[in-house]
């Protein structure tokens, strides 16, 4: 991963983070990342803030396979395919308290997850996934 644009600002206990980062070529093209938090950092349950991720040109197998260090999240990604991921994140007291992107994807393949399924991964044919949490 090659850092391409990065921005730190501070003021009192408020942080701001933006950069550009280019994926490997097993994993996607682009990423955005921005961040706001507010509160001391040294006390992870009293902060607060958003967090935007706008990923582009995501091969879904090798994003499964960068992020393996996280068991819980690498599971729910596709097999196959591709497509852009936007997450945006709110929280507050250390706690998630909001949650919403898109997904774009074609040539999705999913594991089955728990359900019967001869023949292997599951396929799937959305191209668009909007979520509200």
């Not at 997850?113 to 599951?122: E, K, N, R």
């Amino acid at each position: 991963m090659q850092i391409r644009r990065a921005t730190l600002r501070r003021s009192d206990d408020e942080w701001n983070v933006a950069g550009l980062l280019f994926l490997p070529d097993r994993v996607g093209r682009s990423a955005r990342v921005t961040l706001s938090v507010r509160g001391d950092l040294g006390q992870a349950s009293a902060l607060s803030g958003s967090l935007r991720v706008e990923a582009r040109r995501l091969l879904f197998p090798g994003s499964r396979d960068f992020i393996a260090a996280l068991p819980d999240i690498a599971r729910l990604l596709p097999r196959g395919g591709n497509g852009d991921v936007t997450v945006d994140l709110s929280f507050a007291q250390g706690q998630v308290v909001k949650a919403h992107g898109n997904v774009h994807a074609g040539g999705l393949v999913f594991d089955a997850l728990g359900i019967a399924h001869s023949g292997g991964p599951a396929p799937v044919r959305p191209n668009c996934w909007c979520w509200i949490g």
